[in-house]
């Protein structure tokens, strides 16, 4: 009898321990799985050291499987506080990220005209010159990693970028009056510091190795983004809370008389803020 009960005892054990590998390889695959989004109000919109727009609402939404992701982002805005007119925008991206190395495709739409009023074409991937209209394409390779940490457990991390653009709106005239395409390249690196209380700080420099829309297809290498954001964060019971203050400067060409110039002129003034909030789940 001892016999039969130790083996139905082992059979248990062992069944047990079947059931549990089988559970942990279910949680395994369901956390593969994961999404987020957020909505943001920001006073203007900046992007790489350029001012695009005014008052804004953005809207973010992400979804994930084993490092492979999809995310939709879209912005709601002013072109300017003056309200003359709108700025909306959607932009999807797909891309793959895994141990700080993020890899992805941006597809940009920008609701606008080409130049003879027809509206733009979602997939229209056309050399269009800068002044409007189409879609663009853009590659992006990122890397972020934590570099030290302190006593006080507060981390230092690097931050790279490279973004290439491939297709779409993207083009200029040159000395022949001939449309070219400028493949507009932008490579930024930076830090994000931790400062305790749940606060931020972030320093990023950004570069175009030659001519791009970041210079206005002008020139070659050039320094064209040094910035600094200040984040606050609290944690909810669903969700985060942050607000931010961000300050940037494009150097390239920077003067007494283009520093700070009447907002209605989008693109041009060398010193951009923004300050918003963001709440995120």
Known sequence: MMRWRELFIVTMMLFSLISKAEEQKILAKESLFAWSSSATITSNYIWRGLYVGGPSVQLDATVSYAGFYANMWWNIGAKNWTFTGFNPEVDFTIGFSRWGMNISYLHCFYFDRYPDGTPSCFFDFRNHPSEGGGATGEWRVAYAHPIYTSRQGLTTSLNALCAFRTFGRDGYY????????????????????????????????????????????????????????????????????????????????????????????????????????????
């Open 174 to 281: 040159d000395d022949k009056l001939e449309l070219k395409r400028a493949y507009s390249t932008y490579i930024e690196v930076g830090f994000d510091q931790e400062l305790g209380q749940d606060w931020v700080l972030s320093a990023r420099l950004g570069i175009t190795p030659a001519k791009s829309m970041y210079t206005g297809y002008q020139g070659d290498f050039a320094v064209t983004m040094v910035g600094l954001k200040l984040i606050k964060q609290w944690q909810l019971s669903y969700g985060s809370l942050s607000a931010f203050a961000n300050l940037m400067l494009q150097p390239w060409q920077v003067n007494k008389d283009n520093l700070i110039l009447p907002i209605e002129q989008v693109g041009s003034q060398k010193l951009n803020m923004a300050v918003g909030c963001s709440y995120g789940i």
